[in-house]
């Protein structure tokens, strides 16, 4: 038998709260985080009436275990905030890798070192590689130049880890984004984080039309048949033609 699906995401975690709790005695944290020491299960029970709160148990493994008066509602906001935050943190720990070539396009190069910005922009790290390919071995200055260039061109958003490598036929390198408050600023993005590309565009020249041209008089064959057809694709062949 095949085993059950098991979801890539772990559950959130159950937190028991009031009834549900089975411990005979408990360690209370009050509502303002103060110690309230080891006590009875009722007796926390009455604690957390008198407030008007909950008594969540906050850590079941522990002995005895550790119950919180505070209202289950704002304690869930809570721990869905702080997990949204450690989640913002795990982007550094996120590798986005940009290829390069030693005769790469100067189009291709800037639109390479665009989405290294992005990433960086975004708290991840950049792998950079760049390739030789038969005969560019013999020139690997060139491609040492363009792995330099590239560090130069981003280094107000990030720093290399190490001074790039050599590997075979690959030069490698990675890039740390740097602190929000030393990174400069995305290049596409305005103080209040909207794409401000399209406002630097230059507008599109609309084309002008002139009324004080003469009237050009249309030519027979342009003009439309007399069956409201624009065109007659087979007027042409000999077999349409109409006899005299």
């Not at 005895?64 to 809570?78: I, Q, S, T």
């Not at 590798?95 to 990433?119: C, M, R, T, Y």
Request: charged share 25%.
């Amino acid at each position: 038998m095949s085993r059950p699906f098991s979801p890539r995401t772990p559950p959130a975690p159950a937190y028991r709260i009031n009834g549900k709790i089975r411990a005979r005695d408990v360690r209370v944290i009050g509502p303002a985080g103060e110690q309230l020491g080891v006590i009875a299960l009722a007796e926390a029970l009455t604690l957390a009436r008198q407030h008007a709160v909950d008594l969540v148990e906050i850590a079941p493994n522990a002995v005895p275990p550790v119950c919180r008066l505070v209202d289950f509602g704002k304690f869930r906001y809570e721990q869905s905030k702080k997990d949204k935050d450690s989640k913002k943190h795990q982007h550094a720990n996120k590798v986005k890798e940009v290829q390069l070539s030693p005769n790469i396009d100067p189009h291709d190069f800037g639109v390479k070192l665009a989405h290294a910005i992005d990433f960086m922009c975004e708290d991840m790290k950049v792998k950079v590689l760049l390739r030789f390919r038969g005969r560019e071995m013999a020139h690997k200055e060139i491609g040492q130049q363009v792995v330099e260039r590239f560090l130069k061109e981003a280094a107000p958003w990030g720093h290399p880890d190490f001074t790039p490598k050599l590997l075979g036929k690959t030069i490698n390198v990675m890039i740390s984004p740097l602190p929000k408050n030393k990174r400069a600023k995305h290049p596409t993005l305005n103080e209040e984080g909207e794409n401000a590309g399209a406002e630097h565009r230059e507008p599109i020249a609309k084309p002008v039309i002139r009324t004080d041209a003469p009237a050009v008089p249309t030519p027979k064959s342009a003009q439309p048949p007399a069956d409201g057809f624009a065109t007659a694709p087979f007027a042409a062949l000999d077999g349409n033609r109409e006899q005299p």
